[in-house]
């Protein structure tokens, strides 16, 4: 199975960040699976797409032209797709994708998170999502979620779209179970 990872490509991240990408990598590479990511070589980014690689398995990198020349591109990527922006990125990844799993990250990665959230809610894919709430980083979306609920601009089955665990290696495992169950790819 090919699984989307949205992560963050910043150097600055606390170490236990980069650790768990790393560790995911690993984890993704020993159960076969495969990853499909935005293709970056920095931050946790490029920590999980080298892991997955010096593991033996298969890393496609997505990835805008606008990044490739800026020298951003994981070198030892299988497969490299590359962009002319964003949504197709994304839109590329969800495709491609059994399911996805969200590591802390910034932006980028919120969209990335939000519109998976979205496709799903509307019945556009039918693709399980989990957040690896890593040093309980996603807390305060899981809070805003809650916030959402409560003045009804959610239902209780939309805030099901979602499942969480507390580390990378631990949403892969859920991953694979939600896809087993689904008959997902």
Not at 51 to 75: K, M, W, Y
Request: hydrophobic share 40%.
């Amino acid at each position: 199975m090919e699984i989307a990872v949205y992560c963050s490509a910043s150097e600055d991240i606390r170490a236990p960040f980069l650790n768990d990408a790393e560790d995911l990598g690993a984890a993704i590479a020993s159960s076969n699976n495969g990853l499909i990511f935005g293709g970056g070589n920095i931050g946790s980014m490029g920590r999980l797409g080298r892991a997955v690689h010096q593991g033996g398995g298969r890393v496609t990198s997505v990835i805008p032209r606008f990044f490739d020349d800026q020298g951003l591109t994981l070198e030892e990527s299988d497969e490299v797709i590359f962009t002319d922006e964003m949504q197709e990125r994304r839109k590329i990844m969800w495709e491609r994708s059994s399911g996805a799993i969200v590591l802390p990250g910034g932006l980028g990665t919120l969209e990335e998170a939000v519109e998976f959230l979205v496709l799903n809610q509307l019945s556009l894919i039918d693709r399980p999502l989990v957040f690896a709430n890593v040093d309980c980083y996603w807390q305060p979306f899981f809070d805003l979620i809650e916030h959402m609920l409560e003045e009804k601009m959610l239902t209780k089955e939309h805030s099901q779209l979602f499942h969480v665990a507390d580390s990378g290696v631990k949403s892969l495992h859920l991953l694979e179970s939600l896809c087993s169950s689904t008959g997902d790819r």
